[in-house]
């Protein structure tokens, strides 16, 4: 039987390593989400639906603080790779 070998990102693609820090940002958005405001994944979800829980302001004030935080980062990202573009197809 033949074995399929896993593809590897690309990782020498300017456009896909700028795609992947956006496509992680809503992850790494709700990770930190569940980690600062403690809590679960099915109530981070059922916060996002209209008809959910309501946040307090101190979740409120660290959710906008994790999403500051969070654009900073794959800003800086972006310009770490807009910095070596040169070396990237």
């Not at 958005?29 to 809590?39: G, M, S, T, W, Y």
């Not at 302001?57 to 906008?64: E, P, R, S, Y």
Request: glycine content about 2%; charged content about 30%.
């Amino acid at each position: 039987m033949k074995k399929i070998k896993e593809s590897a990102p690309n990782t020498s693609s300017f456009v896909q390593s700028v795609h992947c820090i956006f496509s992680a940002l809503p992850n790494k958005f709700r990770d930190k989400i569940l980690e600062e405001c403690a809590v679960s994944t099915p109530t981070y979800y059922r916060r996002i639906r209209d008809a959910g829980p309501k946040c307090s302001n101190a979740d409120k004030d660290k959710i906008a603080q994790v999403a500051i935080q969070s654009l900073k980062a794959a800003m800086a990202e972006c310009e770490a790779i807009i910095s070596k573009r040169d070396q990237l197809n």
